[in-house]
T-cell receptor, first 112, second 110 residues
Framework: DGGITQSPKYLFRKEGQNVTLSCEQN?????MYWYRQDPGQGLRLIYY???????QKGDIAEGYSVSREKKESFPLTVTSAQKNPTAFYLC???????????FGPGTRLTVL | DAKTTQPPSMDCAEGRAANLPCNHS???????VYWYRQIHSQGPQYIIH???NNETNEMASLIITEDRKSSTLILPHATLRDTAVYYC???????????FGAGTTVTVRA
């Protein structure tokens, strides 16, 4: 995870509120990813971006939105349309020279 | 992408080698085998990957069978800090999405 930061580590929101999760990387990686993890399960891909100003939906994009205005940053907004937003959210990045994704420490979102 | 099958859990004694199996019987010629692990409440950590040759790095060794239908991750001297969920993933060359299953929960006991 070195070089990828996610903040905050824990986040609490009231139902119906949008919330934005931060992901920053200083690895000069082109591609960035957002995953969601529910208790006892593997990771599921929400959105990914292979280059600045471009991104694609993953397997579970409904209720989420992203932007990629800078190479270093890929924020994820969890909207009120997401029916079950409480989860562990993980950001990852991958450089051009390697096919390996490296992950941040994650943000645990709880919607009350 | 080819799917993988891993045992849900396994125990290992501290200081002994841990051998983690993974079955990927439908793997294609251009699919790599990746291993990650996830310690509780942390982000997944990359361990190793390979295509058809055995690979070794400072963390582990990866043994891929000749027909590439299965592989084994070897942690040579398990420590308590190796307790984690280990994920075996196959990825198509050029497709940068990773599909994580449930993995194997490895518990290293003193």
């Amino acid at each position: 995870d070195g070089g990828i930061t996610q903040s905050p580590k824990y986040l609490f929101r009231k139902e119906g509120q949008n919330v934005t999760l931060s992901c920053e990387q200083n690895l000069n990686h082109d591609a960035m990813y957002w995953y969601r993890q529910d208790p006892g399960q593997g990771l599921r891909l929400i959105y990914y971006s292979q280059i600045v100003n471009d991104f694609q939906k993953g397997d579970i994009a409904e209720g989420y939105s992203v932007s990629r205005e800078k190479k270093e940053s890929f924020p994820l907004t969890v909207t009120s349309a997401q029916k079950n937003p409480t989860a562990f959210y993980l950001c990852a990045s991958r450089g051009r020279a390697t096919d390996t994704q490296y992950f941040g420490p994650g943000t645990r979102l709880t919607v009350l | 992408d080819a799917k993988t099958t891993q045992p849900p859990s396994m125990d290992c004694a501290e200081g002994r080698a841990a051998n983690l199996p993974c079955n990927h019987s439908t793997i294609s010629g251009n699919e790599y085998v990746y291993w990650y692990r996830q310690i509780h409440s942390q982000g997944p950590q990359y361990i190793i990957h390979g295509l058809k040759n055995n690979e070794t790095n400072e963390m582990a060794s990866l043994i891929i069978t000749e027909d590439r239908k299965s592989s084994t991750l070897i942690l040579p001297h398990a420590t308590l800090r190796d307790t984690a969920v280990y994920y075996c993933i196959v990825r198509v060359d050029g497709d940068y999405k990773l599909s994580f299953g449930a993995g194997t929960t490895v518990t290293v006991r003193a």
